[in-house]
C-alpha cells in the first residue's frame, strides 16, 4: 500500500467533530499501521482537557441533538483478532479528540500528574462497550520539550487488548491529549507551544519525505525527533515573542 502526503502535514486543533465521523479514518489509520512499513504521518489530531466547548458544551448538544431522535447501538468488531464493542452513544457523544479509544498520545504537565492517565486493561471479550471508560493505559513514557507525553502505539499486538483502538507506530494518523499549560482553552491556538509544535510536524513530514534526513537540530541518532524539534522551535518561538513584546513597549 502506498500512501502518499497531502501538503506537509495537516493538523486539527480543538476539532467539534463527532467521532463517529473520523471511525473509518482511525481503521484505515490502523490498516495502514498494521503493515509496519515507513509511511509518511498525516494528520495530527490535538486537542485540550481545558477546551471546555469541546469537553463539555458538545456532549450536552450532542445528547439534545442526537440522543433524543436518534436510535444507538453498539458496534461489533475485531481488530487483529481482538473483539471490540464499540458504543455509537460514545462515538455521537465526544469529539475525535477527546475520544479516548481514538487517543494515540498524551502529554501532561508531569508524567503521573493526571488521575485519567491511569488505564484499567481489560480482556478483549469484556461486555463493556469501548468508549464508556475514561481511563486508559499509556504506554511508552516520553518527553515534548517540558511536557511529558506518553504514546500508547505499539506493535505489540499483546498490548491491543486495553479499553483503546489499536495503534502501531507507523499509524498515519494521530490523536494527542494535551493539558491546560499547553493550550488554555478552545481559541489559544496561536501560542508559542503550538506554533512550535505546527513547526515541528511540518519538519517532520519533509523529513519523512527525504527518507526521514531531518535537520541536525530536529534529530537524535541521525534519525528525527518530534520532542527535540519541539524543544528547539520553542525556544525560538519564546524568544521572537520575547523580542515582539519589547518592540511593543518601546512604541
Known sequence: MSVKPFGDGVVLLNPAVEAELDLLLKENSMKVGALKKPVP???YVVS???DMPTNLAFPVGQFLGVDLTWDQTVLDRNYYGHRYHIAEKSLDHNTIGNYDAFRT???????????SAKYRAIASH?????G??????PA????IGDWGFESYCSDDLAKATTDRLPCFANDPVGFISV???FIKDHNDVFNDRV????????VKSMAEKDGNIAPEYCAQAGKFSLGICFAYYYEVNKRISELEAAEGKEK
Open 41 to 43: 504521518s498525516l494528520v
Open 48 to 50: 485540550s482537557r481545558a
Open 105 to 115: 498520545g498524551y502529554m501532561s504537565d508531569d508524567i503521573a500528574e493526571d488521575s
Open 126 to 130: 469484556d461486555p463493556n462497550p469501548v
Open 132 to 137: 464508556t471508560s475514561s481511563a486508559l493505559k
Open 140 to 143: 511508552a513514557p516520553g518527553k
Open 179 to 181: 493539558p491546560k499549560s
Open 195 to 202: 506554533k512550535s509544535l505546527l513547526t515541528a510536524a511540518v
